[in-house]
């Protein structure tokens, strides 16, 4: 399949994530999904086959299109997110497939955190495992904004619809209880390209989209005129020259929201209020712009605003602060501790920070905290109080996954070492499920 520039620059761009336990097929789906869609260039299906033929297959392993490391492709597992791009008539797609081992659930919340979408891979033979919930908790968590149910390995159960709508049911029920909306069911087979791309000729009985039209007709996004406005400051613009002799403008990409000339605005953490004067994008004026343009915002006021700084819609900010309790994924070997002093980087803010206290550790398979006094190790999800040197600005992540999220850093080696959300997205998560009926899941 073949797509011009237009065509391309009048698509929206979808990003999702696949997940599932190991040997529930997430690569071969994705090798389906690529080969089946026209997005496999033609050198590549042909290596696909020689290693393929040289295994003593008839049949191309699909699974070799993402499982790109030699340590993935002889054990026949995914170890590192696997991303791929590709692009449809109607869509473009960054796909990000991630691993199904339990030491590998941090590259989930890797290939997760920025997903629209994420697609929780069951076996029809097993249903439900521990990774499937693991993995459904997680999405849960960061906030995806939709969940498909991809059961596959259909034809080793014989296509049988009764199989399907257990495995359905169950998971939905279990959704439910973390508070994801918006799950939609669909029964495949990868190896057999039953519903991914084509609708299945031996599934009669499923009367939906394929999984390709549904990713081609998800909505995607939120509407940027019902978030306020958000600008994290990535550079000062000040030239100095003849041309420009008094511009000052401040450059970033909107993270949220939708910025006006005459807009009231707020500059955090120093509190100073003031206008915007001007915007310029792509090197012209222009009156309106919003969430992920990247842009240089003028003021009317001469204030004192530098990199790090945030530009925020005036009177949607809460007061910026030092203390800070947040949600974390450990991602780093090495334990997190009380006591543990860090940097807290935030949208493009890097300040000093120490670890005041690890309230508990949640057990992701059953949602049950544990005591967090011996740390939290690599996988763990956890929930922390922090003491930072300067205030930061952060929104509930809840509210606002950019501008709540954040990245604890070890100082003496610059890895990174736990994802944050600001508050408790757990707690919101459980609030919401609580006052859902039943009727409102899909």
């Known amino acids: 399949m073949t797509t011009t520039t237009e065509q391309l620059g009048a698509t929206t761009l979808l990003r999702f994530a696949t997940a599932g336990s190991v040997d529930d097929g997430k690569s071969t789906l994705v090798g389906r999904l690529l080969h089946d869609s026209k997005s496999v260039l033609t050198d590549q299906l042909e290596a696909v086959e020689r290693v393929s033929a040289s295994r003593g297959q008839d049949t ?3 699974a070799l299109l993402t499982d790109g490391l030699r340590a993935e492709r002889e054990q026949g597992i995914t170890i590192d997110v696997a991303y791929r791009y590709f692009a449809t008539a109607r869509r473009r797609f960054i796909l990000a497939d991630t691993p199904g081992h339990v030491q590998y659930t941090r590259n989930m919340v890797t290939g997760a955190s920025t997903a629209d979408l994420a697609v929780v891979l069951v076996d029809a033979r097993n249903g439900m495992v521990e990774q499937t919930r693991r993995h459904t908790a997680v999405a849960a968590l960061l906030r995806v904004p939709h969940v498909v149910l991809a059961v596959n390995k259909m034809d080793l159960v014989g296509y049988e619809e009764s199989v399907f709508a257990a495995i359905a049911e169950e998971f939905t029920s279990y959704a439910a209880t973390l508070g994801v909306r918006n799950v939609v069911a669909i029964p495949l087979s990868a190896l057999a390209g039953d519903n991914v791309v084509e609708h299945s000729p031996t599934m009669d009985w499923y009367g939906g989209r394929t999984l390709l039209e549904h990713l081609e007709s998800v909505p995607v996004g939120s509407d940027p005129r019902q978030e306020p406005a958000r600008l994290p400051v990535q550079y000062v613009i000040r030239p100095q020259t003849a041309e420009h002799l008094d511009y000052r403008g401040y450059a970033g990409q909107i993270a949220s ?5 005459g807009d009231a605005v707020t500059v955090l953490p120093s ?3 003031t206008a915007v ?4 994008a792509l090197g012209t004026q222009t009156d309106v712009a919003w969430a992920s343009q990247s842009v240089t915002v003028r003021l009317t006021d001469d204030v004192d605003v530098s990199r790090g700084d945030l530009i925020a819609a005036g ?3 809460g007061a910026p602060t030092k203390d800070i309790e947040a949600s974390v994924c450990h991602l780093n070997e090495r334990p997190l501790h009380v006591g543990a002093r860090v940097l807290l980087k935030h949208t493009t803010r890097t300040v000093r920070a120490v670890v005041e206290d690890i309230s508990y550790r949640i057990d992701i398979s059953t949602l049950e905290r544990r005591p967090g006094t011996e740390g939290l190790q690599v996988n763990d999800i956890g929930h922390v109080v922090l003491r930072t040197a300067e205030p930061l600005a952060l929104d509930p992540y809840a509210d606002n996954r950019r501008t709540g999220s954040f990245l604890l850093i ?6 990174t070492l736990a994802a944050g959300m600001a508050d408790d997205p757990f707690e919101t998560v459980r609030r919401a499920a609580e006052a859902t009926t ?3 899941w899909v």
């Open 315 to 317: 009177g949607t900010a």
């Open 438 to 440: 039943e009727e409102d």
């Open 277 to 280: 004067a001007a915007i310029d």
């Open 410 to 415: 070890d100082p003496a080696d610059g890895t």
């Open 60 to 62: 191309p392993d699909l």
């Open 271 to 273: 509190g100073h209020t």
């Open 257 to 261: 929201g939708v910025l006006r000339v």
